[in-house]
């Protein structure tokens, strides 16, 4: 795992098993002295949350404009199955969207599914299907993007799980066709 030293931003990289075996782990950065804790979380459907949050999953001041990998042949809408997302809380509550393309951003204006949410940055997260599997990734948003109360740079999510970007709750449902 890779890690920066929260005090001067060295970048460290830690021994994966090790920290993978204790909810936090300490090193003493090479470069200013100072000792960094880092705190690995687990979720119940074992997403791994890192505190502080690893270099590659900060935004730097070169990630203004929008850059997606290329398209994946591999997602696609299932045949059998509409994928909704449902504004459960938030300035748009009550409001759904029934997905049309196996990859949508979500953000304010100029998205895919564009929502009236000040805190919500202009291309916030990104919602990737292939088949039943429903993806959800931060697309180096201001704000974040939280899972069960974490932030989150990618999470698996499944039927009925809610996610929140900005000050909406979104809730995923897969509903047979």
Do not use: Y
Request: net charge positive.
């Amino acid at each position: 795992m890779q890690t920066g030293c929260i005090h001067c931003g060295q970048q460290h990289l830690l021994n994966d098993e090790s920290v993978a075996k204790h909810p936090k782990v300490s090193f003493r950065c090479t470069k200013c002295g100072l000792t960094t804790i880092v705190e690995v979380k687990r979720t119940v459907d074992q997403t791994v949350v890192i505190s502080p949050m690893p270099s590659f999953a900060r935004a730097d001041a070169s990630t203004q404009r929008l850059r997606l990998l290329a398209v994946d042949d591999g997602l696609r809408l299932p045949e059998h199955l509409d994928v909704i997302l449902t504004v459960e809380s938030g300035p748009q509550a009550s409001k759904s969207f029934t997905l049309t393309k196996a990859r949508t951003v979500i953000g304010r204006k100029g998205a895919d599914i564009a929502l009236e949410d000040p805190e919500i940055s202009r291309h916030h997260c990104v919602v990737e299907v292939r088949e039943g599997a429903v993806n959800l990734k931060d697309l180096d948003s201001t704000n974040g993007t939280f899972f069960e109360g974490e932030r989150a740079r990618a999470v698996l999510l499944k039927e009925g799980a809610m996610f929140r970007i900005g000050s909406s709750l979104i809730r995923v449902t897969l509903r047979p066709k």
